[in-house]
T-cell receptor, first 112, second 114 residues
Framework: NAGVTQTPKFRVLKTGQSMTLLCAQD?????MYWYRQDPGMGLRLIHY???????AKGEVPDGYNVSRLKKQNFLLGLESAAPSQTSVYFC???????????FGPGTRLLVL | GENVEQHPSTLSVQEGDSAVIKCTYS??????FPWYKQELGKRPQLIID?????GEKKDQRIAVTLNKTAKHFSLHITETQPEDSAVYFC?????????????FGQGTELSVKP
């Protein structure tokens, strides 16, 4: 039981490049979330999903897209990376809403 | 809009003292208030949560209180130990049961000095 895993752990991008971050959970959780963490700003919700095939916008969705084609996976895409997207990205999952969110180890992204 | 404010941003205490972190929220429909602890370089982990049908909840040295009228909730850590040093985040669920997401506070960096 690996819990929540994220791929990759670290990535450097040039402005304008695209990439996809992968989040996987093996706990059969319905809800999945993508957050970004920046110094002094806490955890800000980018997008989330309340079940397979569904997605919804969070607090800071601009510049990101997501997909939840399989229940266990939640993908975060950056179509054209900008330096403002330099951050640590955390994925999380929960069995239902208002339940414990289990976080992945994080992905550190640097956009030059 | 939906907002969670957390204070203080940094807190330094002596080992054995108590620490209190306070949060206010804006959406009166919120009914779930978790607290997460994040050690340096690690992922956030839930330490305690409280729902709107209770005013206080305790788990050993940690307690959380909720005042729904004033829309604020607090984390209390007693007999602090060096391993309590971490960043603590409060959160609330806007839209209550219609939601599915959490809004987090900005975080409090707690330092416990031996």
């Amino acid at each position: 039981n690996a819990g929540v895993t994220q791929t990759p752990k670290f990535r450097v991008l040039k402005t304008g490049q695209s990439m996809t971050l992968l989040c996987a959970q093996d706990m059969n959780h319905e809800y999945m979330y993508w957050y970004r963490q920046d110094p002094g700003m806490g955890l800000r919700l980018i997008h989330y999903s309340v079940g397979e095939g569904t997605t919804a916008k969070g607090e800071v969705p601009d510049g990101y897209n997501v997909s939840r084609l399989k229940k266990q996976n939640f993908l975060l895409g950056l179509e054209s990376a900008a330096p403002s997207q330099t951050s640590v990205y955390f994925c999380a999952s929960s069995l239902h809403r208002e339940e414990t969110q289990y976080f992945g180890p994080g992905t550190r992204l640097l956009v030059l | 809009g939906e907002n969670v404010e957390q204070h203080p941003s940094t807190l330094s205490v002596q080992e054995g003292d108590s620490a209190v972190i306070k949060c206010t929220y804006s959406d009166s429909a919120s009914n779930y208030f978790p607290w997460y602890k994040q050690e340096l370089g690690k992922r956030p982990q839930l330490i305690i949560d409280i729902r709107s049908n209770v005013g206080e909840k305790k788990d050993q040295r940690i307690a959380v209180t909720l005042n729904k009228t004033a829309k604020h909730f607090s984390l209390h850590i007693t007999e602090t130990q060096p391993e309590d040093s971490a960043v603590y985040f409060c959160a609330a669920n806007p839209w209550g049961n219609q939601g599915g997401k959490l809004i987090f506070g900005q975080g409090t960096e707690l330092s416990v000095k031996p």
